[in-house]
């Protein structure tokens, strides 16, 4: 069995930048429709926790607009905690432009340079941090915006993993935001302060050299606890120093991938909270995850604690009456 986190007067505390998005029925150059809301990894984790029940704190920047109240507005409606989100007079709030190309191409345009998330510095992350979280969730979008916002993560994860927090990392490398190259510098000194280390199969490069098992060999000779592989519909991966624990995917229909890395993200650090063993903690993230491929938006499928076995339960295009 896995050993929850420490108790904490939070179970969670995230912190990155959360933008507004626009969804297009269609094409951007035919003046589709848009449906705007809520986007961002880190924001997408702390919903997906809230929604099973969690505490969750979500710190970052947004700007003094109609984007930043929005952005705050949803955040509350689904349960987490903004007490230490700062208002930025003098940046706008990001935006992400989501455009469905075909039924399995989806492209992603950003408006972030110079927006108030990308200005996150670590003095307002640390007066977070006095929160004393069980988990502190991060990821690598964070340090690629700026040189303050990777000043913040760097000192976050350094300060909570000294001070027994449970660091949680999860590499979510955004190819338009920076190199390879770029991100493997940054992110391979900040592993080692991470208790568990997120990746997609094609991204533990960027945190340790070799194939799978050597990177995993790597990153828990360095102290890393547990590390997670996202595999898609293939299912996931959990390595520790017991061993290796595998998981499939559920058969759903897949309609939307954005937000299923961070859904299965939140299923996993859940089990974690709750103590359950590996195996259980990728059956919560498996589960998750199909919620997330199999609804529309980033985090608005997000389950419940009580929908969880739902998908298990239902053979697909069943109807619950």
Known sequence: MTTGPATGNVDVLTFG???VSFRGEGLLTQGSRQTVRLAGAESNVAVGLARL???VAWA?????DSFGRLVLRQLRAEGVDTRYAVVDTERPTGLMFVEERTADLVSVEYRRAGSAGSAVGKDEVAAALTASPRVLHVTGITPALSSSAADAVESAVGSASAAGVFVSLDVNFR???WTR???REVLTPLAAHAAVVIASDDELDLVASGDEDAAVAELLSRGVRQVAVKRGPLGATLHSREGRVDAPALAVTAI????AGDAFTAGYLSGVLDGLDPAQCLVRGAATGAFAVSTRGDWEGAPTREELAVLERHTPGATVR
Do not use: F, W
Not at 256 to 259: A, C, E, K, S, V
């Open 53 to 55: 029940g969690h505490t």
């Open 175 to 177: 190819s338009r935001l």
């Open 60 to 64: 970052g920047r947004v700007g003094d």
């Open 181 to 183: 190259e770029q991100a």
């Open 17 to 19: 930048e959360s933008m």
């Open 256 to 259: 939307d991938p954005i937000g």
